[in-house]
C-alpha cells in the first residue's frame, strides 16, 4: 500500500536539491584567493615551447656537492651588502644547493659555453637593485672564464657596462626600480623612506632610449613599489600610495604596478630598432618576519622551505599575477620576442638565502635596515644564471632553425 504524498513537499524538495547543487558548483569559484601555496597559481612554461617542453620553474631545491663556483675571496663583484661571508655569516650550508626542475635537469652553468654563445652579442638588466644582484653573480660565475672590464661611459652607478674583450661580449646595468618615468618628490616622506612622483604612463628614456642594440634585454621589478608615492597619468595627479596629501585618492599598490609594467612593455615593444629577446623576470618575495622592513623585520631561517611550506600572499601574490597576465598579453601580440623568466617559485622557498644583518661589520656605525630583499652571493641567486643559459639556447636554436627555414625558402624561389 503506497502512502499519499504532499506535492507541495516534493516540490519545496527539488528546489533544495537544486540550490544544494548550485551552492556546491559556484561557492568554490567564490571564495577568495588570499594566500596560494606553492604550486597552484604558478605559470606553467611547459605549455610554452620556448622551454622545451619542460617547465624548469618549477621544483624543489636539492644539495650540490660542487658549490659554490666561487667565493667572496675570487670574485671582487660582490657588493659589499650581499657579501655575506666577508661579514662573518656562521652558516654556508644555504650556498650548497641548487634548483632542480621536476621531470628534467637543469644542466650547470657553464660559463666557458655561456661566453662563446654569447660572442658579440650584449645583455642588459633593467630595474631595482635585485637587477644588479643578478648581473653581480654572472660576473662571479663568469670569472673562472674572464672578468670583464669597466667600460662605462661616465661615472654614474645608475648605469654600468662591462666588457668581455675575449667574447666581444657585453653586460648593462640600467637602474630603474619603477620602470617609467619617476622623481623624488620628497626625501623624507611619510615613512622616513621618500616620496615619489611616478608617471605610469610615461617611459623613462634613460633605460628605453639604449636598448635598441640589446640582444638580451632583463626586465624586473616591484620592491620599490611598497613605498610612498604621488601616481601621475595623463600628467594629471590619478591617486597616491600613503602620501597623505590632501585630497589625493589612495590606490593600491597593484594599480600602480600594472601599469608601470604595461608601460614598460609597451616601450619595448614600440622600438622598432629592437631586435633582441625582451626577458620579464618575475617577482623574488622578500622574506621579512616579525615586522615589515623599516620596523625591525628580519629573515634568520637557516634552511629552505618545503614546498608545501611556501605561501604565495598578499602583495606578494598581487604582484605575481598582474606579471602573468601583463606577460601573456604581450605574447598574444606577437610583436616582439617576449619570454617570461619565472623565478618567484623557487625564491618564494629560500628565506634561508637573504644577508639579514650580514652586510655590514656589528660594530659598524651605519643605518641599514636587515636585508631580506636581496641575496647573498654567492647563494640563491646564482641558480638564476642556470635558467638563463637554458632559455639564452633554446633562443639560440630557434633563431638556427629559422635561419635554415629562411635559406630553404629562398632556394625554393630560385
Avoid at 601555496?37 to 615551447?49: L, P
Avoid at 653581480?136 to 670583464?148: A, F, G, R, W
Avoid at 637573504?354 to 652571493?377: A, E, F, I, M, R
Amino acid at each position: 500500500m503506497e502512502l499519499p504524498v504532499n506535492k507541495g513537499i516534493i516540490n519545496i524538495a527539488i528546489l533544495l536539491s537544486i540550490a544544494l547543487i548550485t551552492a556546491t558548483i559556484i561557492y568554490p569559484v567564490l571564495q577568495p584567493k588570499s594566500s596560494s601555496s606553492v604550486s597552484t597559481y604558478f605559470y606553467n612554461a611547459a605549455d610554452d615551447t620556448s622551454q622545451d617542453g619542460c617547465n624548469i620553474f618549477t621544483g624543489e631545491w636539492v644539495p650540490d656537492p660542487d658549490a659554490p663556483y666561487y667565493t667572496n675571496n675570487t670574485c671582487w663583484a660582490i657588493h659589499e651588502h650581499q657579501n655575506c661571508m666577508k661579514y662573518g655569516r656562521p652558516d654556508s650550508d644555504f650556498i650548497k644547493l641548487k634548483w632542480k626542475p621536476d621531470g628534467c635537469d637543469l644542466p650547470a652553468f657553464n660559463p666557458s659555453h655561456f661566453l662563446n654563445t654569447l660572442r658579440d652579442k650584449s645583455m642588459a638588466f633593467v630595474g631595482d637593485s635585485v637587477g644588479r644582484n643578478q648581473m653581480q653573480s654572472m660576473i662571479c660565475l663568469l670569472s673562472k672564464v674572464e672578468y670583464p672590464i669597466d667600460d662605462s661611459p661616465t661615472s654614474d652607478e645608475q648605469f654600468k657596462r662591462w666588457k668581455y674583450p675575449n667574447y666581444n661580449f657585453t653586460l648593462e646595468y640600467f637602474r630603474s626600480p619603477f620602470l617609467v618615468r619617476s622623481e623624488e618628490r620628497d626625501p623624507d616622506g611619510p615613512t622616513h623612506t621618500g616620496l615619489f612622483n611616478l608617471h605610469l604612463d610615461e617611459f623613462d628614456e634613460s633605460w628605453t632610449s639604449h636598448i635598441d642594440s640589446v640582444d638580451y634585454l632583463i626586465i624586473n621589478a616591484g620592491h620599490w613599489f611598497t613605498r610612498p608615492a604621488v601616481y601621475y597619468e595623463n600628467r594629471r595627479v590619478a591617486g597616491c600610495h600613503f602620501c597623505q596629501i590632501p585630497n589625493a585618492t589612495d590606490l593600491p599598490v597593484s594599480h600602480a604596478y600594472r601599469r608601470a609594467i604595461r608601460t614598460a612593455i609597451r616601450a619595448v615593444s614600440g622600438r622598432r630598432s629592437f631586435g633582441g629577446a625582451a626577458i620579464l623576470r618575475t617577482f623574488a618575495p622578500s622574506h621579512f618576519e616579525g615586522g615589515l622592513w623599516n620596523e625591525g623585520g628580519d629573515c634568520v631561517r637557516r634552511r629552505p622551505f618545503r614546498r608545501d611550506e611556501a605561501i604565495l600572499e598578499g602583495l606578494d601574490l598581487d604582484l605575481y599575477m598582474i606579471e602573468l597576465e601583463e606577460f601573456r598579453g604581450v605574447e598574444k601580440l606577437g610583436k616582439k620576442r617576449w619570454r617570461l623568466m619565472d623565478t618567484t617559485q623557487a625564491m618564494v622557498m629560500r628565506p634561508d638565502g637573504h644577508p639579514s644583518k650580514y652586510g655590514h661589520w656589528p660594530n659598524q656605525n651605519v643605518t641599514l635596515y636587515n636585508d631580506c630583499v636581496h641575496w647573498c652571493l654567492p647563494g640563491p641567486i646564482d641558480n638564476w644564471a642556470q635558467m638563463l643559459q637554458h632559455m639564452i639556447l633554446l633562443e639560440a636554436r630557434r633563431d638556427y632553425k629559422d635561419g635554415l627555414s629562411k635559406i630553404q625558402s629562398h632556394k625554393k624561389m630560385q
